[in-house]
């Protein structure tokens, strides 16, 4: 077992180590980083993101960090209950403590709290899929869910994190932003989710300047295939951190029923601009 540090730099094997929003702080006065939290962290967001067990030896790999300080960490989080193990003890993933916090983020969040009239209601009106979503980095979180009353319907949950690029939940949010912001958040070349995502940038900030001018934000099979999304910015910040959303099987989705959606949508959107207000 190798108990040394990668080669390179520590700079280098510090900036290897640290995952994405985790930067350094600077300033006078900023504290450092602490090692072992940043890779506390950073271990806990591989096991979000992958779900399953995994052996130790595949963590090492997709981490690259040293197998003897992995080894020790992972121990101390099943000992604390963030990680749990197989029967053998040999593959790990994430563990029922990080439900209770995700959970108590969702419950004590003011405006999932104050939409959930809305969300009742723009799905009743609907009858079809209702997100509300926030946006962190580049992707989208759900936050809410309301599941469509039809026996055809997408597969959503809680928690699931989205490109912001290739849903109209993101890219409703990221119409609230500059261009510049925009083009400085997102490189050139976007992912290709599935055949219909816009991959290219510039054609993307196009098509933001054509969000802001209709009010709302589309993805038609863009992030999955046969389906369509409808989204806007609950506009109780600048620029936006939350979007609303109706998903629909393209199947489904005839010219009136698209226009009954949009109308619940901008509905929607009225009635969270009144209920988060003072937020």
């Known amino acids: 077992m190798t108990t040394g540090e990668p080669g390179g730099s520590a700079a280098e094997s510090e900036r290897?180590?640290?995952?994405?929003?985790?930067?350094?702080p600077e300033g006078p006065g900023a504290p450092a980083a602490v090692k072992s939290a940043v890779r506390t962290v950073l271990l806990l967001?591989?096991?979000?993101?992958?779900?399953g067990l995994h052996s130790l030896a595949?963590?090492?790999?997709?981490?690259?960090?040293?197998?003897?300080s992995l080894y020790m960490l992972l121990r101390t989080l099943v000992n604390l209950g963030w990680v749990e193990t197989d029967a053998t003890?040999?593959?790990?993933?994430?563990?029922?403590?990080?439900?209770?916090?995700g959970s108590s983020y969702i419950d004590g969040d003011e405006v999932v709290a104050a939409a959930r009239p809305t969300l009742d209601r723009f799905s009743d009106d609907t009858t079809e899929t209702i997100h509300l979503a926030r946006m962190d980095g580049t992707s989208v979180v759900y936050?809410?869910?309301?599941?469509?009353?039809?026996?055809?319907?997408p597969f959503t949950r809680v928690g699931r994190r989205l490109p912001v690029?290739?849903?109209?939940l993101g890219k409703a949010l990221l119409a609230t932003h500059s261009d510049e912001e925009v083009r400085a958040l997102l490189p050139r070349r976007l992912e290709a989710v599935?055949?219909?995502?816009?991959?290219?940038?510039?054609?993307?900030?196009?098509?933001?300047?054509?969000v802001r001018e209709q009010?709302?934000?589309?993805?038609?099979?863009?992030?999955?295939?046969?389906?369509?999304?409808?989204g806007v910015a609950v506009p109780y910040r600048t620029p936006a951190r939350d979007a609303v959303s109706c998903s629909v099987p393209v199947a489904r989705l005839t010219a009136d029923h698209e226009q009954r959606i949009k109308a619940a949508l901008f509905e929607a959107r009225d009635r969270l601009s009144v209920a988060t207000r003072r937020m």
Not at 17 to 24: S, V
Not at 45 to 51: D, G, I, T, V
């Open 16 to 24: 290897a180590e640290r995952p994405e929003g985790l930067e350094r």
């Open 58 to 68: 595949d963590i090492q790999h997709d981490l690259s960090l040293p197998k003897s």
């Open 165 to 168: 690029h290739s849903t109209a």
């Open 194 to 210: 599935t055949e219909h995502t816009i991959t290219d940038r510039e054609r993307l900030v196009e098509e933001l300047a054509m």
């Open 45 to 51: 967001e591989h096991f979000a993101a992958r779900p």
């Open 215 to 230: 009010g709302y934000a589309v993805d038609r099979e863009e992030n999955t295939l046969g389906l369509c999304c409808f």
């Open 89 to 101: 003890g040999t593959r790990y993933g994430i563990g029922v403590r990080a439900l209770l916090v």
């Open 143 to 153: 936050l809410a869910t309301r599941q469509s009353q039809h026996y055809l319907r």
